[in-house]
């Protein structure tokens, strides 16, 4: 668990490669420069390139996002203090520790337990304290809605719509939707109770959401 001035350093250039792609929110970029991404990948041997903006292999066939796509997806959120944030996938940990470098209120779920068990030891130890939930993120979490923003951080075949009725009037539901090797950023702004606004903000590459229990 060490982190080094080398590695403060190389998180400060990785912020600034992020910024240089658009990413304009100074809290994002302070979270990228104050986050121990390396830490957050289980292999040793990959480390060293833990502050190339690149995504990679954290196990159970999941990805830590590239940075970039992390900053991104956090900026569509429109984050203020506290709101309180559904994230479906939590992976590694990196997205929810970003998250809750802003101030946000963050319930998390994982449907790989390996990768819940790693990150629900591994936050706390870096300071995280927050909710997760080792369970199927199309659900979401009934019992804790309404939530202000919702992100999911895994490829959806569809927008789950236990989502979109756990997310506030006027909160914002960022997904990537699409089967296949690339899917397209939504963000899905909701109007009124059935009245949603969405956005398509271009291609990415995730790793799939699972498919929902239940479901062949």
Do not use: W
């Amino acid at each position: 668990m060490t982190d080094t001035y080398r590695h403060k350093g190389l998180r400060k250039k990785l912020a600034e490669v992020v910024a240089k792609k658009g990413i304009e929110n100074p809290e994002i970029l302070t979270a990228i420069e104050t986050i121990p991404r390396h830490l957050f990948i289980p292999d040793n041997a990959l480390h060293k390139y833990a502050y190339e903006d690149k995504p990679f292999p954290i196990g159970a066939g999941q990805t830590i996002s590239q940075p970039y796509t992390v900053a991104f997806q956090t900026e569509l959120l429109e984050l203020k203090p506290r709101e309180k944030v559904l994230e479906i996938g939590t992976g590694s940990g990196y997205q929810t520790a970003v998250l809750l470098e802003i101030g946000v209120k963050v319930f998390s779920i994982e449907r790989q337990k390996v990768l819940f068990d790693r990150t629900k030891e591994l936050l706390p130890q870096l300071g995280y304290n927050t909710k997760l939930f080792y369970g199927d993120g199309y659900k979401g979490l009934p019992t804790f809605a309404p939530f202000d923003k919702i992100i999911v951080t895994a490829g959806a075949p569809y927008v789950p719509e236990d989502l979109l009725s756990q997310l506030k009037v006027g909160g914002i539901l960022v997904i990537p939707v699409d089967e296949g090797e690339n899917q397209r950023m939504k963000k899905i702004v909701k109007l009124a109770s059935n009245k949603f606004e969405t956005e398509d903000l271009g291609l990415f590459r995730f790793v799939p959401l699972l498919k929902e229990k239940g479901r062949d």
